[in-house]
């Protein structure tokens, strides 16, 4: 089965500056894609950014990139320039592309604060 | 366009209660989850709809938990003789199942369940 690792319980960052997320996830398949959710306090989960497992090219959302190293398993988010409304819980996911596994697996999350 | 809708957005009941919480997706998706988000944990699969299919229930916990589909769009999750460890948020999120879409999961505001 897959899993799912975030190792990073807490992390802060200086607004304007840059920080890193840390994702490492374990499968045997070689197609599947990895996504980053934000979770703010109003619980609400939105989509930061997405990555295919057969593209190499990282993605890239304005501010927002992944560095997606596919032979260590590895897809850490990057935020450059930070803000305060980053401030947030963020989740990395997996979503198998085998059979009828459609739903995604989750890491437990890291808590970004962001101190002005 | 609307998103994803739960309601009740909390609820708070006693122990050894049923409960139902519902889940509006977004119009037009198939596919259909609903999430657990225990206290400081990451999201945990329950059960997954996808058209007329028969769900995929790997993730309930329990016999107390059931959910069901009417006509491909509305959800209704219900969870029998609750239990002190049910407290927790329930998502739902919906998506497209082309690999278009990137299989992108649009998830609703959730539901808190406190049972005291």
């Known amino acids: 089965a897959q899993t799912v690792t975030q190792s990073q319980p807490e992390m802060s960052v200086q607004e304007a500056e840059t920080v890193t997320l840390s994702c490492t996830y374990d499968?045997?398949?070689?197609?599947?894609?990895l996504f980053w959710y934000k979770q703010p306090p109003s619980r609400q989960m939105i989509l930061v950014i997405r990555?295919?497992?057969?593209?190499?090219q990282n993605a890239t959302e304005n501010r927002f990139s992944v560095n997606f190293q596919k032979a260590a398993k590895s897809f850490s988010l990057k935020i450059s320039d930070s803000q305060l409304g980053d401030a947030a819980m963020y989740f990395c996911?997996?979503?198998?592309?085998?059979?009828?596994?459609?739903?995604?697996?989750f890491g437990k999350g890291t808590k970004l604060s962001v101190k002005p | 366009g609307a998103g994803v809708s739960q309601s009740p957005s909390n609820k708070v009941t006693e122990k050894g209660k049923d409960v139902e919480l519902r889940c509006d997706p977004i119009?037009?998706?198939?596919?259909l989850y609903w999430y657990r988000q225990s206290l400081g944990q990451g999201l945990e699969f329950l059960i997954y709809?996808?058209?007329?299919?028969?769900?995929?229930k790997s993730g309930l916990p329990s016999d107390r938990f059931s959910a069901e589909r009417t006509g491909g769009s509305v959800s209704t999750l219900t969870i029998q003789r609750t239990q002190q460890e049910d407290s927790a948020v329930y998502l739902c999120?919906?998506?497209?199942?082309?690999?278009?879409?990137?299989?992108?999961?649009?998830f609703g505001p959730g539901t808190r369940l406190t049972v005291l």
């Open positions: 499968t045997s398949e070689s197609d599947y894609y």
């Open positions: 990555q295919e497992a057969y593209k190499q």
């Open positions: 709809f996808q058209g007329n299919s028969a769900p995929d």
């Open positions: 996911a997996y979503r198998s592309l085998r059979g009828s596994q459609g739903n995604l697996i």
């Open positions: 999120a919906s998506s497209l199942t082309t690999s278009g879409s990137m299989y992108e999961q649009f």
């Open positions: 119009s037009g998706h198939t596919a």
